[in-house]
C-alpha cells in the first residue's frame, strides 16, 4: 500500500530545496549584427529602453519593438557579438550609480570608475530615465546662483532650478563659461555634475586638470562619454548624469549640471536611429529629437518646500555652425530652456571675453531670482551698452560728433572693457557691485581708455587690503544707499589720485 502522508513529506522536502528565484527570463537569438546594431528574434516581453545581457558579458539597450523582432544597440563588444549568440531579457532599465562616493570621481555613463581611483561602491542606484517633477512639486525660481563672471551675474542672471543655454559657434568659450561656474561654486553649498558627450579625450583632460587645480572636485562628479566610446554610451551619458543629480536633489540639496554639449548627443541619437532604420527628418534627424532633450531638460526644477527644496540648475551647451542659431537643434533647445548666453565669433577675435552678445542673451527666469543690489545698479546697462554698439556702427561713417556722444562713445568703450574678465578669475557679489557703480559713474571718464583693466584689478586689489570695512558694509541683499556709493566713489577716487596722478582727468583727449 502506498503512504500517501510519505509522498507528501517527500514533495514538500523537494519544493523546499527549490531555489527562490521565480524570475522567468526571456530568451531570443540574434538574427542580425553590425554598426553596432542587433536584430533579435524570438524575445518577448521586452520593454522600451530595457537592458538587455548578451552572451558573452555584454549589455544592450532595447530601442525598436517591431512585430517580429527586437532592434537593440550595443554598449560594448560589437567587434565579438555574432549571428546566433542568445540574449537574454533582465527587466530592468539602464541605472547609474548614485551617492556621496561619485564626487570627486571621474566615470562612465554606467557608473563605473574611469580615474584609476578604485571601484566605486555605492549600494545605490537610479534609473537613467526617470519622469520629471510634477507642475505642482516645484517651487519658484528665487535664489541666484552666481557664475562670477560679471557680464553674466549683472545682465543675464541665472536662478537655482533655471535652465540656461548656452550657444556659440566652436572655439568661442562655451565650455570655459560652464568650468567657470563650477570653480564659483565653492563653498556655495552647490553640488556639481559635469558631463562630456563625444569629447575628445585631450579635452576633457584638460578640463578637469583645471577643476581639480581649483578645488572643484571636491564637490564635482565628471560623467564623461569620449569620442571613441560606443554611441549608446554617449547617447545615454546625460540622463546618466540627471539620474546622479535627482539624487542630490531629491535630498533637499542644490545641484548644477552641465551638458557638453547637446549637439554631439543629437548627431549620436541620429547615428543609432538611422542605423535602426528609423524614418528621418529635417537634417536627417528623428522626429523624436524634440523629445530627447526636452524629457532630460525638464529633469531640471526647482523643488517646492515641501518636497525638499532642492534643485538642479542645468547648462546645456549647443554649438553653432557660422553663427546660425536658427538651425535645427539650437532652436529646438532655445525653445525649452529658460533663456540662452549667446557667445559670438566676431566678439571673441575682436578681445571681447567672455565674448557675450547682450543683444541675442536672455535670462527669462533669472532677474527674480538676482540679488537687490546687482539689480538696482544693473538695470541700464543693457541700454547703455546697446546705445553704444548703434553709436560705434554709426561712427563708421566718418560723421563729426558733438561731446555728448563721444561721452557716450568713451563710457560704452570704458563699460565694454570693465564687462571683459579673464578665464578662471572670478568676481565675488561684493566686487561686481563695486566694478558697476565705479563704471557708470562720472568718475570713469577720468580713467585712460586704455588702463581700464588695469584700474579695475588695482581697486578691487586695493579695496580688499586697505579698505576691507567698506566691502564689509555692502549688503548684496539690500539696496545701495545714497551714502554707500558715495563712500564707494571716494574710495575709487583716493585710488585714481595714487596711481593715475596727472592721467586722470585727461583719459579722452
Known amino acids: 500500500m502506498l503512504d500517501l502522508n510519505d509522498i507528501g513529506r517527500g514533495l514538500k522536502e523537494k519544493i523546499s530545496r527549490v531555489s527562490g528565484d521565480n524570475s522567468q ?24 529602453n530595457e537592458l538587455l545581457d548578451v552572451r558573452g558579458g555584454y549589455h544592450a ?7 517580429d523582432s527586437v532592434g537593440a544597440v550595443l554598449f560594448s563588444g560589437e567587434d565579438r557579438v555574432r549571428f546566433g549568440d542568445y540574449v537574454y531579457s533582465t527587466g530592468k532599465a539602464v541605472e547609474m550609480k548614485v551617492g556621496e562616493e561619485m564626487l570627486g570621481r571621474i566615470v562612465d555613463p554606467l557608473g563605473e570608475a574611469l580615474d584609476g581611483l578604485g571601484e566605486i561602491v555605492t549600494g545605490k542606484s537610479r534609473p537613467v530615465e526617470f519622469p520629471a517633477p510634477a507642475i505642482m512639486d516645484r517651487g519658484k525660481v528665487d535664489k541666484p546662483l552666481q557664475t562670477g563672471i560679471l557680464a553674466i551675474d549683472s545682465m543675464i542672471p541665472i536662478g537655482r532650478g533655471q535652465r540656461e543655454l548656452i550657444i556659440g559657434d566652436r572655439q568661442t568659450g562655451k565650455t570655459a563659461i560652464a568650468v567657470d561656474t563650477i570653480l564659483n561654486q565653492k563653498g556655495e553649498n552647490v553640488i556639481c555634475i559635469y558631463v562630456s558627450i563625444g569629447q575628445k579625450a585631450s579635452s576633457l583632460a584638460k578640463t578637469v586638470n583645471t577643476l581639480r587645480s581649483g578645488g572643484a572636485m571636491d564637490y564635482t562628479c565628471v560623467v564623461c562619454s569620449t569620442a571613441d566610446d560606443a554611441v549608446p554610451l554617449q547617447y545615454i551619458a546625460p540622463y546618466s548624469g540627471c539620474a546622479l543629480a535627482e539624487y542630490f536633489m531629491y535630498q533637499g540639496k542644490d545641484v548644477l549640471i552641465v551638458y557638453d554639449d547637446l549637439s554631439k548627443h543629437a548627431v549620436a541619437y541620429r ?6 532604420k528609423r524614418p528621418a527628418g529635417r537634417e536627417a534627424y528623428p522626429g523624436d529629437v524634440f523629445y530627447l532633450h526636452s524629457r532630460l531638460l525638464e529633469r531640471a526644477a526647482k523643488l517646492s518646500e515641501e518636497k525638499g527644496g532642492g534643485s ?3 547648462l546645456p551647451i549647443v554649438e553653432t555652425l557660422a553663427g546660425d542659431i536658427s538651425a535645427y537643434i539650437p532652436t529646438n533647445v532655445i525653445s525649452i530652456t529658460d533663456g540662452q548666453i549667446y557667445l559670438e565669433s566676431e566678439l571673441f577675435n575682436s578681445g571681447v571675453r567672455p565674448a557675450v552678445n547682450v543683444g541675442l542673451s536672455v535670462s527669462r527666469v533669472g532677474g527674480s531670482a538676482q540679488r537687490k543690489a546687482i539689480r538696482q545698479i544693473s538695470g541700464q546697462l543693457r541700454i547703455n551698452l546697446a546705445q553704444y554698439r548703434e553709436l560705434a556702427i554709426f561712427m563708421q561713417f566718418g560723421s563729426d560728433l558733438d561731446s555728448q556722444t563721444q ?11 570693465t564687462l571683459k574678465q579673464r578665464q578662471y578669475l572670478n568676481y565675488s557679489v561684493k566686487e561686481m557691485i563695486v566694478l558697476l557703480v565705479v563704471s557708470q559713474s562720472d568718475l570713469i571718464d577720468g580713467v585712460p581708455a586704455k588702463k581700464v583693466t588695469e ?14 570695512d567698506l566691502l564689509g558694509r555692502i549688503d548684496p541683499d539690500a539696496a545701495l544707499t545714497d551714502e ?8 575709487a577716487g583716493e585710488y585714481m589720485n595714487m596711481t593715475l596722478g596727472d592721467e586722470g582727468g585727461s583719459a579722452d583727449v
Do not use: C, P, W
Not at 547615428?271 to 535602426?276: D, E, N, R, T, V
Not at 561721452?407 to 572693457?417: E, I, P
Open 455 to 468: 584700474f579695475n584689478d588695482g581697486l578691487l586689489d586695493y579695496l580688499r587690503i586697505n579698505r576691507s
Open 484 to 491: 554707500l556709493k558715495a563712500d564707494i566713489l571716494a574710495a
Open 407 to 417: 561721452k557716450t562713445l568713451s563710457r560704452g568703450a570704458k563699460l565694454t572693457d
Open 25 to 48: 527570463r526571456s530568451t531570443g537569438r540574434i538574427v542580425y549584427s553590425g554598426d553596432g546594431i542587433i536584430k533579435i528574434a524570438g524575445l518577448s516581453d521586452v520593454q522600451y
Open 61 to 67: 539597450l532595447a530601442l525598436n519593438l517591431e512585430h
Open 271 to 276: 547615428a543609432m536611429s538611422l542605423l535602426l
Open 312 to 314: 538642479i540648475t542645468a
